[in-house]
C-alpha cells in the first residue's frame, strides 16, 4: 500500500482525472479547483517537499518545471498567463507531504494570494 494521496493515485489506488503522465511524473485535474483551470503535477517519486529536495533531483525538478509549462500551454493558458504554485510546509500552504507543483489558470490572479 502507498502512502500518500499522490503516491495512492499514482498506484492506481485512488481515482484521478490524469491529464498527463510519463516515467517521472504525473499530472491530475484538481478536485477542489482553485481557478478554472487547475492541475497538480507531481513526482512519482516521493519528495515530501521541495526544501527536502536534493541535488539530485535537479533534473527531476526541472522536468517537473519544463512539463508544468508544457501542459500550461495544452490547457490553453499560455496566451493569457497562468500560476505555478508550490507550497512548502504548513504555513506554506501545504496539505499534502508529497512535492507537487499547482498550475492555475483561467482567470486572473490576485497578488498577494489569500
Known amino acids: 500500500m502507498s502512502n500518500t494521496l499522490f503516491e495512492k493515485i499514482a498506484a492506481r489506488e485512488i481515482p ?6 510519463d516515467s517521472q ?3 491530475i485535474r484538481d478536485i477542489n479547483p482553485q481557478a ?3 492541475i497538480l503535477i507531481f513526482p512519482k517519486k516521493p ?3 521541495i526544501a527536502d529536495a536534493g541535488p539530485e533531483e535537479a533534473g527531476l525538478l ?3 518545471l519544463l512539463k508544468a509549462a508544457e501542459i500550461a500551454k495544452k490547457e490553453g493558458l499560455a496566451a493569457e498567463g497562468y500560476r505555478i504554485v508550490i507550497n512548502n510546509g504548513p504555513h506554506g ?3 499534502v507531504p ?8 483561467g482567470r486572473r490572479m ?3 494570494p489569500g
Open 16 to 21: 484521478a482525472t490524469i491529464v498527463y503522465e
Open 25 to 27: 511524473i504525473l499530472a
Open 36 to 38: 478554472p483551470s487547475h
Open 47 to 49: 519528495i515530501s517537499r
Open 62 to 64: 526541472g522536468h517537473l
Open 93 to 95: 500552504g501545504e496539505t
Open 98 to 105: 508529497h512535492l507537487h507543483v499547482h498550475v492555475l489558470g
Open 110 to 112: 490576485q497578488w498577494p
